[in-house]
């Protein structure tokens, strides 16, 4: 790779992300600046977060400029090193962008990774990187689930869904998932553990409501929110007293020009339970701790993570669409090199 | 009186109440059954939760029956004992109905009151009652302001809120109400002191968010929300990094047909913001405390306190329809007798 490719955004998308809303150009390979270091990006996450980041909105982090590459995690290897820390070979991950290479300056983001300690580079995008961080400190710290708890999952195949539905599990939750399509439910059951799968295609909010009813009689304790809009709803209409709602995302609401937002506050005050938005980056110093936890789970077999691993920089556009297609299987992730 | 006249509902209403829900019947006066009494209701509390409870839907309290007199907290006289802890003449507070007469049960709510500690016995349906309850703890154990925060408050110019505004102002806030119309703005500054009014009427949630960023510049710490739909919304839409939405009350959706709720659940999250259902009752145990110091505060004329007394049981329903018109100018009553 003699250039460095970049997925540029050119246009905010209004509502679904169109081709035309990017550009695929190509430059010169970037050098390094005094102490900083070239990444040479190979694996890169593909997250609903970034479709927020198009619009030109304030929220937790400024928006994307229009003629910037795309941001994103990586995952990759060192090409030039100006900074005594890193040297060339070496594998690193960090906030960069959909590209080829990108430019890293000291104090940012970018740490070394041990590639040797996991199945693929990609698990630090995935299982040990924001998403599975989302689901256990979103799980564990904001829902606080007590043995015994029903937990309702929506997005529940997705990445951080599937594996909230087993870290719930593991502390001794009945658990409910919510989906799109009899085969993702089909997995939730036989691949996650979850105890009922419920899948909302085509269905109204009233029947989705009663589903859920039906397979959490005593009411949901903790809702793990990813998807917003009718399904967020079927749960809150089932919240039990002093329900937790952890508002980790709203997928259904990202690409829709107009909000729909919740219309069953009145539960949410009648069950006196309470709503917390939720953002990863504010556990960044226990990262440590919930990577170490992560890592045994997954090494003693209680917890199974799947990724979607998509190929090749010109596919970026039809895998990122996967995302609100609900065609992925797990973690969305670009091989890049 | 020789008879007992009940206020009573007699189909549900659909969206705003119409005076053919309701029927004035005449009754027998009660007898009191074995360890009961029967109470003389003087003062009835006319509160927005009432509206709720007239509709067919779970909630913290059973729907009314049809054909059983409207629910009601009263201020009234014992009128017949056949328990050794009551005496006829003395003074009760309790959660009874729109009725004359009402037998109280042991073991229910009913307590005495001490109408020489209060300027009018109706206090004990205010300041000293469920309302300022709500705002003594719906702002200081839920919305937990700091000294120096923003504090915003819908329905400012009601009972919570009036109270609400002065108890944020105590505890060294920036206090920002919102309220219908010019008059009520007027009050919220020269009254209970306000820092900001603005007056919600024929505006957009774009412009009423935008009258709200510039009294709030660096964002809501604490909302306390009585309103819900787009004067709730202008509030969400500037929320500060970890607000408090306290969730009192949502009077502009009580009517309506179909629920608005919040379109703006993005901000909370990027926010990560927490939204608390709020019900007084929950601080039932704690509410000598509260009486104590809101009645200290009260004496030495930190706190003012309005009430809107209406008269006559003939009267109940323009009386009630008072507080959805935005009429009421102050803690809403009727007295009866």
Chains 1, 2 share one sequence.
């Not at 970049?6 to 970037?30: A, M, N, T, W, Y």
């Not at 982090?61 to 890193?86: C, K, W, Y």
């Not at 690193?92 to 040797?116: C, H, K, Q, R």
């Not at 917003?228 to 709203?250: D, S």
């Amino acid at each position: 790779m003699s250039t460095n490719r970049q997925f540029v955004l050119v246009r905010r998308p209004h509502g679904e992300p169109v081709p035309e809303d990017f550009s695929l150009v190509s430059k010169e390979i970037p050098q390094a600046p005094e102490g900083g270091i070239v990444v040479r990006n190979r694996y890169i996450s593909l997250d609903p977060a970034q479709r927020g980041w198009m619009d030109d909105a304030e929220s937790y982090m400024p928006p994307i400029p229009l003629g910037d590459a795309v941001r994103a995690t990586t995952v990759g290897t060192v090409h030039e090193s100006r900074n005594p820390d890193f040297v060339e070979g070496q594998w690193v991950m960090g906030l960069n962008a959909i590209e080829d290479y990108s430019v890293a300056l000291p104090g940012g983001f970018t740490m070394p990774v041990d590639i040797d300690a996991v199945a693929s580079p990609s698990n630090y995008l995935s299982a040990l990187g924001a998403v599975g961080m989302t689901a256990y400190f979103g799980l564990l710290e904001t829902g606080k689930p007590a043995e015994g708890d029903t937990l309702l999952v929506t997005g529940a195949a997705g990445a951080v869904g599937s594996l909230v539905g087993q870290i719930g599990k593991l502390q001794g939750c009945r658990v409910i998932g919510i989906a799109g399509g009899a085969e993702k439910c089909r997995r939730l059951i036989e691949d996650y553990g979850f105890d009922v799968a419920i899948d909302y295609r085509d269905k109204s909010v009233e029947t989705l409501a009663d589903e859920v009813r039906a397979a959490a009689p005593k009411g949901v304790n903790v809702q793990f929110e990813n998807v917003g809009g009718p399904v967020m709803e079927a749960g809150i209409l089932n919240l039990a007293h002093y329900a937790r709602v952890v508002l980790c995302g709203l997928i259904s609401e990202y690409n829709a020009p107009e909000r729909v937002g919740m219309r069953n506050l009145w539960q949410v005050l009648a069950t006196r339970s309470t709503i917390h938005g939720f953002i990863v980056a504010d556990y960044a110093e226990r990262f440590g701790e919930g990577g170490a936890q992560l890592a045994q789970w997954m090494a003693d077999g209680s917890l199974r993570f799947d990724e979607d691993v998509q190929e090749g920089m010109e596919n970026v556009y039809p895998a990122f669409m996967r995302l609100f297609s609900g065609k992925n299987t797990g973690k969305l992730v670009l091989k890049i090199a």
